[in-house]
């Protein structure tokens, strides 16, 4: 069974420091794809990044990167230089085809000013 | 384009009613999918349609629920018989096929039900 672990229920970041949010994925397949989406309160999932099983190196948007270590599993999202904005939720997933989804249960971002 | 738009934005209702939800894909996307989200959760899918055909339901997707997609376009899930286990955000997404597996979904804001 696929699954998604994020551990941290919240974290508290100082306005323009860097994050690190955890994320550990469990499967077997060895084809995957990897999300992050954030929840802003108003309820609307907005993609981040993405990163393939067979990508050799970690994604980056922007001020998104993902820390990919496919050997222990683990897809960590970092985000520097925080913003005020970057409060929310967000979640890890993960995905074989694009069909389905299978999401953490999230981590809640407070960006301190 | 003006995104992924679900409608009503929120629902309240007594337990037993019945109730239907839309969603506007984005125009050019193909797939459409419907989760629900309970609180101090992630998203958890209930079913996606190509076009107009419905080709995956999850088994959190009872009989109690369906789900259409006439024309390939607007999708509706209704739930029939409410119970205040289905109080939750229902989530509407849409991607293309060919994003699917390496962009993800543009999400609505979803329709937030309460059954009371």
């Known amino acids: 069974a696929q699954k998604i672990t994020q551990t941290q229920p919240g974290m508290f970041v100082q306005e323009k420091e860097a994050v690190t949010l955890d994320c550990t994925y469990d499967?077997?397949?060895?084809?995957?794809?990897l999300f992050w989406y954030k929840q802003p309160s108003s309820g609307e999932m907005i993609f981040l990044i993405y990163q393939g099983s067979y990508d050799q190196q970690n994604a980056t948007e922007g001020r998104y990167s993902l820390n990919f270590q496919k050997a222990r599993k683990s897809a960590n999202l970092v985000i520097s230089a925080s913003q005020l904005g970057d409060s929310a939720m967000y979640f890890c997933a993960m995905s074989y085809t694009g069909n389905q989804f299978y999401f953490g249960t999230g981590t809640s971002l407070t960006v301190i000013p | 384009d003006t995104g992924v738009s679900q409608d009503p934005r929120h629902k309240i209702t007594k337990r037993g009613q019945n109730v239907t939800f839309r969603c506007d894909p984005i125009s050019e996307h193909n797939r459409l999918y419907w989760y629900r989200q309970t609180l101090g959760q992630g998203p958890e899918f209930l079913t996606y349609f190509q076009n107009e055909a419905q080709l995956e339901k999850s088994r959190l997707l009872s009989d109690r629920f369906s789900a259409e997609r006439p024309k390939g376009s607007f999708s509706t899930l209704e739930i029939q018989r409410t119970e205040q286990g289905d109080s939750a955000m229902y989530l509407c997404?849409?991607?293309?096929?060919?994003?699917?597996?390496?962009?993800?979904?543009?999400f609505g804001s979803g329709t937030r039900l309460t059954v009371v």
């Open positions: 499967t077997s397949d060895p084809s995957y794809g």
């Open positions: 997404a849409s991607t293309n096929t060919r994003q699917a597996a390496s962009y993800g979904y543009t």
